[in-house]
């Protein structure tokens, strides 16, 4: 299985190679979609997706879209949570948003 990639790598990757040469215009708008919408360092990103997969009910794709989002309500929680086969309990839920509040 691929591990996913966060959106502050991809914008890391897109940004050194448009360094070495010119990027099509599908990367160039990646790129700009990157920069606008990843929210924090590409090292910040790793160590919060390292501790949200301490979490038992959190998987590697609901890490990387839980630190490329940064989710402050429940509600947003609730729609990442949305098709996984997960019920969250308050205290989880609790749990993950005072995580990612340390990452704001």
Known sequence: MVEPVPLSDVRKMLTDEAGRR?????????????ELFAPLPPE??????????TLPFIDANLAVKIADILPQYPEEVRLLFAKERVVLE???L???LE???QYK
Do not use: F, M, N, S
């Open 94 to 96: 609790t749990k993950l």
């Open 90 to 92: 308050e205290e989880q």
């Open 99 to 101: 995580l990612v509040a």
């Open 22 to 34: 010119p990027l099509p215009r599908e990367a160039l708008l990646a790129q700009q979609h990157a």
């Open 44 to 53: 910040e990103v790793h160590k919060l997706v390292a501790e949200l997969r």
